[in-house]
C-alpha cells in the first residue's frame, strides 16, 4: 500500500543550477525543480564552493539528452 502512495504522490525531481556572469564565472547555487527564469543558469551536476568566482568547468554542466525526441535520434540508413 505504501508504494501505491508513493506513485501517487512523487514530487517533483530537484536539480542543481549555477548562474553565471558575463564571462563565465559561477556566481551563485540554486536547487529547484524548474530552471531559474532570471539570469545565466546552467544545469551543474554538483555544487562545489571552490567553483564560486571561478569559471565554471565545462565537466560540470549537465547536457540535456535528447530523450525521446525523433530530432535528437540516429535513424539507420
Not at 543558469?41 to 571552490?50: D, F, G, M, T, Y
Request: aromatic share 10%; proline share 6%; glycine share 10%.
Amino acid at each position: 500500500m505504501a508504494s501505491f502512495w508513493t506513485l501517487l504522490l512523487q514530487r517533483p525531481r530537484h536539480r542543481t543550477y549555477a548562474r553565471l556572469d558575463g564571462q563565465g564565472r559561477c556566481l551563485a547555487f540554486k536547487t529547484c525543480a524548474g530552471r531559474p527564469e532570471h539570469g545565466i543558469w546552467v544545469e551543474v551536476s554538483e555544487q562545489r564552493l571552490a567553483w564560486l568566482g571561478q569559471p565554471l568547468p565545462q565537466s560540470a554542466r549537465l547536457r540535456r539528452s535528447a530523450g525521446n525526441r525523433w530530432q535528437g535520434r540516429s535513424v539507420p540508413a
